[in-house]
């Protein structure tokens, strides 16, 4: 069976590969993405999903993400199933 080793530390992407990188730049990036997305297309863009799995809390701050941060009421769960 093959051992799997956990990330220590965030990917970016550089061309077809994937390079080490800070917390703040792998941050910058992600924030940059979501902010050109968002104002190329508005907030119909982007999508939250989480899950009946979950805890309270963490279904609340994706929520609450989707709403304050990015601006989008489009969130869905797999608790109405």
Known sequence: MKAYR???HPLVRDGDSLRKATWDEALERAAT???SARERNGTSTFGMFS???ATNEVNYI???FARVAVGSNNIDSCNRT
Do not use: H, N, P
């Open 62 to 64: 994706a929520q609450k």
């Open 33 to 35: 993405a979501l902010r």
């Open 51 to 53: 899950c009946s799995k």
């Open 6 to 8: 956990r990330l220590t």
